[in-house]
């Protein structure tokens, strides 16, 4: 029986969800991450598998998508897992006629600055989470659920402090349904962890989706998609 870990990126593959959502008007966000995770693993592994769910509640977003969030936190920590929970942080680009979204905008005209958020301490925090149960001897197999090139450093220093531990790279599935390798964003993630990826598919993602009505907490993308985030 191996240890399990398993560190889930919530708003990386939060993304992958909406851009499945508005390619094909199929909502999947109310994903049950055990039983995804539990479906990859023989039945001896799933007596002990932590898992630690990291995101950040969107204070600048409107309260109803903001209820939704907690509504699905509430859900997953039914199901034992942990969250750790970061925040958003201010950030102000250069908006110009050319680019709204440039940053660094040669165009010395029409320049005003827009106002944006941008999510803060959840890479940390998977990073120092990995690195300590990687010191505590916590784990055989970590999984962790993302496709961010920053987790690289932390990845490597844990396979530096125990090369005996498996840690697998699991990225959210591309929108496109057509698309089955997803090596091209995750090669540098793989080729340090030692380990192949584990490419999650959306027919697993469609079959641990939540009840609508699970334990009383009702599946929030349920409403009208004008008003989901």
Same mark, same amino acid.
């Not at 199929?26 to 598998?49: A, M, P, Q, T």
């Not at 999510?119 to 496709?147: G, H, P, R, W």
């Not at 090669?187 to 030692?194: D, E, M, P, R």
């Given at each position: ?88 942080? &201010? +950030?102000? $680009?250069?908006?110009? /006629? ?10 010395? !005209? #029409? ?64 929108? &496109? +349904?057509? $698309?089955?390798?997803? /090596? ?10 030692? !380990? #192949? ?33």
């Amino acid at each position: 029986m191996s240890r399990v870990l398993v560190l889930i990126d919530g708003f990386n593959y939060y993304h992958r969800l909406d851009e499945y959502q508005d390619k094909y008007n199929e909502c999947v966000k109310w994903l049950n991450y055990r039983s995804l995770i539990e479906s990859y693993l023989d039945d001896k592994d799933k007596e002990n598998v932590k898992i630690i769910y990291f995101s950040a509640i969107a204070k600048h977003r409107p309260s109803h998508s903001q209820k939704r969030h907690k509504t699905y936190i509430n859900a997953l920590k039914s199901q034992n897992i942990d969250v750790v929970l970061g925040n958003f942080k &201010d +950030k102000f $680009i250069i908006r110009c /006629k050319n680019n709204e979204k440039c940053s660094n905008c040669l165009n010395t !005209q #029409d320049k005003t600055k827009l106002k944006r958020h941008e999510e803060k301490n959840t890479d940390v925090n998977i990073a120092i989470t990995l690195i300590e149960y990687t010191i505590m001897n916590q784990y055989d197999k970590c999984f962790i659920l993302s496709s961010d090139s920053d987790f690289s450093s932390a990845v490597l220093r844990a396979k530096q402090l125990a090369p005996d531990k498996q840690i697998i790279i699991c990225p959210p599935p591309y929108p &496109d +349904k057509k $698309i089955r390798n997803f /090596k091209y964003y995750i090669g540098n993630l793989t080729k340090i962890s030692g !380990q #192949d990826p584990l490419f999650i598919y959306w027919n697993k993602i469609k079959a641990n989706q939540f009840p609508d009505d699970f334990n009383g907490l009702i599946n929030p993308w349920q409403v009208t998609k004008s008003v989901q985030i």
